[in-house]
């Protein structure tokens, strides 16, 4: 089977820094996605990992330990714009052709 | 501009009443996917479609079908809707299926059914 699990919900000061966490057991895999959403809006895609350790995106961090089942997004130097829904999403090639597994996803609020 | 254009972005309709929800992008995407949205459960793949002719079932599939003759569009059509199809819809491309390619998602579709 296959399982994500995220919080559901963070809070967090501007300024400050947040890690995320999305923890995974899946059959399969082949990378993982972190999308942001804001509410009532579209994901828009902001990271990939398929190797182990750290990515760096300007304020935007992922990290990925593929023998742990585990990922975290860390967000730094947080800004009130920041305040949205955060999904971590699997790809699992013994799903389908090329499914993309989503996370429940864990709602951010940044306040001053 | 690069976009995924969904049609119509609200709608309220009764059970029963066959609709249709289209699905344009313009980026000469392989890879199609609709996929609906509901509060504590995430994002869950309706169908997808790896090219043209070509779709497959995603995790909820029942009480849909889509069709893709063109590149560009991927049409979601309920039949006959139910309440329980009440939902934020997204459709999604990218570039192919590949793994790495990560997912342009449109607006969405706000569709409740009465």
């Known amino acids: 089977g296959q399982n994500i699990d995220q919080p559901t919900e963070m809070t967090a000061t501007e300024g400050a820094i947040v890690q995320i966490n999305c923890t995974y057991q899946?059959?399969?895999?082949?990378?993982l996605f972190w999308y942001q959403q804001h509410a009532g809006e579209a994901p828009t895609f902001l990271s990939y990992?398929?190797?182990?350790g750290l990515e760096e995106k300007g304020r935007f961090s992922s990290f990925l330990s593929r023998s742990k089942g585990y990922s975290y997004l860390l967000l730094k130097e947080l800004q009130m714009k920041d305040s949205a829904s955060y999904l971590c999403?699997?790809?699992?090639?013994?799903?389908?052709?090329?499914?993309?597994?989503f996370g429940k996803g864990t709602r951010l609020s940044v306040i001053a | 501009e690069a976009q995924v254009t969904q049609n119509p972005r609200y709608l309220i309709t009764v059970t029963g009443k066959k609709l249709t929800v289209t699905c344009s992008q313009n980026?000469?995407?392989?890879?199609m996917s609709w996929y609906r949205q509901d509060p504590g459960l995430g994002l869950r793949q309706i169908y997808y479609?790896?090219?043209?002719?070509?779709?497959d079932k995603g995790d909820v599939p029942e009480g849909y079908k889509v069709s893709r003759k063109e590149k560009r569009n991927f049409p979601l059509i309920l039949e006959s809707p139910s309440p329980n199809q009440t939902s934020l819809y997204f459709c999604?491309?990218?570039?192919?299926?590949?793994?790495?390619?990560?997912?342009?998602f449109g607006d969405g579709t706000r569709l409740s059914i009465l």
């Open positions: 999604a491309s990218s570039q192919t299926g590949g793994a790495s390619q990560p997912q342009h």
């Open positions: 899946t059959s399969g895999f082949n990378g």
């Open positions: 990992n398929v190797l182990d």
């Open positions: 999403a699997v790809r699992d090639p013994n799903s389908g052709n090329t499914p993309l597994v």
């Open positions: 980026m000469n995407h392989e890879y």
């Open positions: 479609s790896m090219n043209v002719e070509a779709t």
